[in-house]
């Protein structure tokens, strides 16, 4: 069984820059796609970035396109979300998720297989 770990959450300032991970078990990392979502408060889960195995190809939501980098490093099982510049709407739990696939990214929940508990984060003003 896969298991997704995330840290890293906390609160910041607008403006501010937090880093977030995710340790996923197991040796078979580096066949995973990875991504990460976000759901607010009585919002849906939205995608935020996704990642492929090798970590050529990556793709953002729209909303943090500029401000946000996805990262990977295979050799420590690790995926990051380096969020910078974050805003008010930034705030909600954030979470990572893996499918082992052979495609590039995947950008819908309903194409992960295993998600992590989330971590919070919080933006104030």
């Known amino acids: 069984q896969v298991q997704l770990v995330e840290s890293g959450g906390g609160l910041v300032q607008a403006g501010g820059s937090l880093r977030v991970s995710c340790a996923v078990s197991?040796?078979?990392?580096?066949?995973?796609?990875m991504g990460w979502f976000r759901q607010a408060p009585g919002k849906e889960r939205d995608f935020v970035a996704a990642i492929s195995r090798s970590g050529v190809y990556i793709k953002y939501a729209d909303s943090v396109k500029g401000r946000f980098t996805i990262s990977r490093d295979n050799a420590k099982n690790t995926v990051f979300l380096q969020m910078n510049s974050l805003k008010l709407e930034d705030t909600a739990v954030y979470y990572c998720?893996?499918?082992?696939?052979?495609?590039?990214?995947?950008?819908?929940?309903?194409?992960?297989?295993?998600w992590g508990q989330g971590t919070q984060v919080t933006v104030s003003s």
């Open positions: 197991g040796r078979t990392f580096s066949t995973y796609v």
């Open positions: 998720a893996a499918r082992r696939s052979s495609l590039s990214v995947l950008t819908y929940n309903t194409e992960y297989d295993y």
